[in-house]
């Protein structure tokens, strides 16, 4: 069974830093991993997804690597703004099947 | 609809009770899933379905859930009798054939259940 850690879990910085949020996963046969964020009584949006043959992935002030033989993720988010106050989700992709993690809980302080 | 519907949004229901819940997802999407999330924790994966094959349900947790699709549209899923354990929000989700492909994956509002 695929387990999956994120560290930290919550996250308080001011506005402007750059945010970095781990993301790690027992079995590395996955065939791809997205990043998702989800806010207070909202679903889950997906914010990139990387294939099992890619290194990174970007998307404006996003950025995600993936060391798939050690099994670690890594979701860079540039000079963070209050609007990034979330929960951020990392889900490999074992086939069909996504397994998460409890996330970490990103504040922006304004 | 442009994304993935669910309904009710909002549950309460007393012990003991059926409920049940909808799914519409995105339009030629084969994929779709739902998952469980409770308070302060991680999403579980309960059941999988993917066109005319059969589906996984290796992930709901009792016999009490069951879920059904029609074709590639409406999902219901169904918890018998249900338990103060099983409050919790219940996530549909769809994508273009499963994410093994590579295809991303829409996921609706959710259904919070409350069984009181």
């Known amino acids: 069974k695929q387990e999956v850690t994120q560290i930290p879990a919550a996250l308080s910085v001011p506005e402007g830093e750059n945010l970095v949020l781990n993301c790690s996963f027992t079995?590395?046969?996955?065939?791809?991993l997205q990043w998702f964020r989800q806010d207070p009584g909202k679903g889950l949006t997906s914010l990139l997804l990387?294939?099992?043959?890619?290194r990174e992935q970007t998307s404006g002030r996003l950025n995600a690597s993936l060391d798939k033989s050690s099994g670690r993720s890594t979701l860079y988010i540039a000079a963070s703004q209050p609007g990034d106050s979330a929960t951020y989700l990392c889900?490999?992709?074992?086939?069909?099947?996504?397994?998460f993690g409890a996330g970490t809980t990103v504040t922006v302080r304004a | 609809g442009a994304g993935v519907s669910q309904s009710p949004s909002n549950k309460v229901t007393e012990k003991g009770k059926d409920v049940e819940l909808r799914c519409d997802p995105i339009?030629?999407?084969?994929?779709l899933y739902w998952y469980r999330q409770r308070l302060g924790q991680g999403l579980e994966f309960l059941i999988y379905?993917?066109?005319?094959?059969?589906?996984?349900k290796s992930g709901l947790p009792s016999d009490r859930f069951s879920a059904e699709r029609t074709g590639e549209s409406v999902s219901t899923l169904t918890i018998q009798r249900t338990q103060q354990e099983d409050s919790a929000v219940y996530l549909c989700?769809?994508?273009?054939?499963?994410?093994?492909?590579?295809?991303?994956?829409?996921f609706g509002e959710g259904s919070w259940l409350t069984v009181v």
């Open positions: 989700a769809s994508s273009f054939r499963g994410t093994g492909s590579g295809n991303t994956i829409y």
């Open positions: 079995d590395s046969a996955i065939y791809n």
């Open positions: 990387i294939q099992s043959s890619q």
């Open positions: 889900a490999p992709s074992n086939d069909y099947k996504l397994s």
């Open positions: 339009s030629g999407h084969t994929a």
């Open positions: 379905f993917q066109g005319n094959s059969a589906p996984d």
